[in-house]
């Protein structure tokens, strides 16, 4: 993967981990909302699909758009429509 | 939030948030393939969501299913219709 | 489901049905390029889901924040929690 | 467009077509249920699902894989990213 794409994404993970992890401590507390807890737990799936968002970008730059100079276009769109599922 | 919920919920954002240390760690090699880490920020993902499911299921039963009982339904039908965008 | 939503529902159905033809039409044509008809699609998906919005809240209104009153709360998560599935 | 993406999506944008169809004509009746007009709606939804992946397959074959021998890599980059948000 491009050293850029690496870093940023691995940023973007780690302020997930935090927001994840002070939800999970608002959960010791009886009083919690559920509704902002749904909110919050939102807001980190957010933070995890702009960090696949950068993945996905390096990825297409460096192994999609360049398969026909390789030849292995079948492997990486076969590969591709199976991964968007997962986007 | 049900306490059970609450228990549940938290045990599933624990889970998430190593899973989510593990991926941001691989991404320290320069090696580390795009498409894997674009299937395992989707793991954590369904496990977000599967903690989003219990905590919403406790909401529904708590006080929306209730709601007419203490007549505060337009309040809770309104709040639910904007969560649900985020879940 | 209460008259008005589904008059409404009715209405947007009708119009995302008209799309949907223009969409098929335009794919007669050899010369017609990918990435506007998924564009299209996308239209047509968000208007189903304006119509799936319409009808969430009147179920809500009419099924869901009543349950306590009949006494089938059970009943109504139960089926709202594997419909939400399908919004 | 591939001619066989063209009509493979022509066909399950016909099928769609006549399921909304059917699905706007239940709503004339006052006794349709909420729920089972949201299972349908989201049934409609998976059918252009379908279509969207085979046109996005075509693309990709077509003019994502290719991108780089003819030096538009960017823009086709570019635009994938714009339309995978519309998938």
Redesign the interface.
């Known amino acids: 993967?491009p050293?850029d794409?690496?870093?940023r994404?691995?940023r973007r993970?780690?302020i997930?981990?935090g927001h994840?992890?002070s939800?999970?401590l608002s959960?010791?507390k009886?009083d919690?909302?559920?509704?902002d807890?749904?909110?919050q737990?939102?807001a980190?799936?957010g933070a995890?699909d702009g960090?696949?968002?950068v993945?996905?970008?390096?990825?297409?730059?460096?192994?999609?758009?360049?398969?026909?100079?390789r030849g292995d276009?079948k492997e990486?769109?076969d590969?591709?429509?199976e991964?968007?599922k997962?986007?």
């Open positions: 993967m050293e794409s690496r870093k994404a691995a993970l780690a997930a981990r994840l992890e939800i999970r959960l010791d009886d919690v909302y559920c509704v807890v749904l909110r737990i939102k980190v799936q995890l960090a696949a968002t993945i996905l970008r390096g990825h297409l730059e460096a192994h999609v758009a360049t398969a026909a100079t276009e990486r769109v590969e591709l429509m991964v968007l997962y986007v």
